[in-house]
């Protein structure tokens, strides 16, 4: 006997193991922008990341941040002046950039919004401020570092391991690639899943 996850992301969980949790309490003590940058740089610092890699967080939600706001580019640039620094939102529909970030992806202020998402503007001006939504979010995903298949496969067992811990007998992965799908039915050839796993096809 067992919980039924009815929509989740097992997938984006194995992936973000390695990344920062920014969440705010109970789940993480995020309680404003400045401790994300702190946590960042915590990260930046204890896994020895050089100049130019990519550092990347997770979770944050404007609503129960002090600033009431997402954090933007400018609070980034500040401190991540070398590194591209991408922060996915708690709801996984919208993520923001530093500056660095938005070069590498290849938003300026002549790329128009991309039908179905939005690339968030300064007031009165078409300059970025960092923040995207929705489909916004396919172009700066692909630029993002990719894990190796090991990497993914060791991320992958604590992520299920993580949903048997608590009760989750079979979880349903709400948007899954056709690659992710691929991903799946190879690991199971490699290592016994305490759950069963629905992939539900979202793109090929």
Known sequence: PGF???????????????????SSPPVAGVNNINDIINKLKKKKK?????????????????DLLDEGRHPNKFDLDKDFPDNPVYLNHVSGHLSTMNSR??????????????AGGE???VNNSTE????????????????LPK?????????????LEQYASNGITTANDGFTSALQIQQLMEAQETMDFPIDV???LGFT
């Not at 938005?102 to 991309?114: K, M, R």
Request: glycine letters at 8%.
């Open 147 to 159: 894990l190796p298949a090991a990497e993914l496969l060791d991320n992958l067992k604590v992520t």
């Open 46 to 62: 204890d896994d020895n990341i050089e100049k130019g890699e990519w550092i990347i967080g997770w979770g944050y939600d404007p």
């Open 198 to 200: 629905v992939g539900l």
């Open 101 to 114: 970030a938005l070069e590498l992806v290849g938003y300026t202020s002549e790329t128009p919004n991309p």
């Open 4 to 22: 039924i996850d009815a929509h989740s992301h097992v997938m984006m969980g194995a992936q973000l193991v390695d990344y920062v949790n920014v």
């Open 128 to 143: 970025p401020t960092g923040l995207i939504s929705e489909t916004a979010m396919a172009q700066a995903r692909e630029a």
């Open 119 to 121: 690339i968030y503007r």
